[in-house]
């Protein structure tokens, strides 16, 4: 009996302590009541309690928690059922609210995903709902967030994981898709065939300009050429008239044109008298010969006189 007390007083000591102090984990809250009203959180570390007064009402981990959002059947805007699921991302940012603000804030955050994603998917179209996850996602977080507040809880986002329309649909939309492919593979045929015909005519009309132009500069080569052949002549003419001009103001440069001309006459007779074909008329008085030269020779005098003046 002497043992009996001590050993008593001990185990109430031991139990009191135990009620007394609270160790809460890292990344925790816990909501603490006294009497049965709310009195404060406690952070992470040792706290204090009065026992048999205060106590640990609510646990709450203030982690990012996933939450799978269970598949549902919704409607888009032309009447097409769609099966989607999706998780969504939440965290405790109000232990307080967390605790009192809703019976179940996770049962409230899964059915408000739920009714969102049906509210969000009823105004857009099929084709929209594949291409507009992003728009779908955010309208989804904005929806939730602005109810969660209350509850004490901050919606991080929202992933759509899966969306399966019915088989028919589906069907339908991988015979549209084959169909978009084959018009893309046409469309591209001809293109090619467009562009290979836009090259070939590029390409003969370069080669035909470039011809003309090779012919055009042979051209013009050519009436230089002509020109420098002509300019030669009538210089090398020139010279020629110039030197016979000196050498007829030489003394006996008269008398040499004079044969000249002379041999010239014989010879144009010659070869008139030779022609077959050509009936040769001989002057009956010979002396017109003579005058014909006479004639010639005056006319280089004249010629004469004129460069002299």
């Known amino acids: 009996m002497d043992f009996a007390l001590p050993l008593v007083i001990l185990a109430i000591a031991v139990i009191f302590i135990s009620q007394s102090v609270k160790f809460v984990p890292q990344q925790n809250a816990w909501v603490r009541e006294r009497l049965g009203k709310y009195h404060s959180t406690m952070t992470p570390g040792a706290n204090f309690l009065i026992p048999f007064i205060d106590k640990v009402a609510y646990k709450h981990s203030l982690k990012e928690i996933p939450l799978d959002v269970p598949s549902q059947i919704c409607i888009t805007r032309d009447n097409t059922q769609l099966q989607v699921d999706g998780i969504l991302y939440f965290q405790v940012t109000d232990p307080m609210r967390a605790s009192y603000g809703s019976s179940n804030y996770i049962m409230a955050v899964t059915q408000l995903a739920q009714t969102s994603l049906r509210s969000v998917v009823g105004k857009l179209e099929l084709d929209k709902t594949f291409e507009e996850r992003d728009i779908i996602n955010a309208q989804i977080v904005a ?3 602005e109810a969660a507040l209350n509850w004490g809880v901050k919606v991080l986002r929202y992933e759509i994981k899966d969306l399966t329309p019915p088989k028919e649909i589906l069907l339908a939309m991988q015979a549209q898709i084959t169909a978009e492919r084959g018009k893309r593979a046409l469309i ?4 090619g065939r467009r562009q290979e015909q836009i090259n070939i005519a590029t390409g003969e009309r370069e080669a035909f300009i470039a011809r003309s132009e090779g012919e055009k500069q042979a051209q013009i080569n050519n009436a230089e050429g002509e020109a420098a052949a002509i300019t030669a002549l009538a210089n090398a003419t020139a010279g020629a008239i110039e030197r016979v001009a000196a050498a007829i103001r030489q003394p006996g440069g008269e008398q040499a044109v004079q044969l000249k001309v002379a041999e010239r006459a ?6 008139v008298a030779a022609d077959a074909t050509t009936t040769l008329i ?5 002396s017109e010969t003579a005058a014909l030269i006479a004639s010639a020779m005056r006319m280089v005098q004249t010629g004469k006189t004129t460069n002299t003046a």
Not at 266 to 271: C, L, P, Q, S, T
Not at 282 to 286: A, D, L, R
């Open 266 to 271: 014989v010879d144009a007779y010659a070869k």
């Open 282 to 286: 001989v002057p009956s008085n010979m």
């Open 143 to 145: 929806a939730i967030d």
């Open 188 to 191: 591209a045929a001809s293109e």
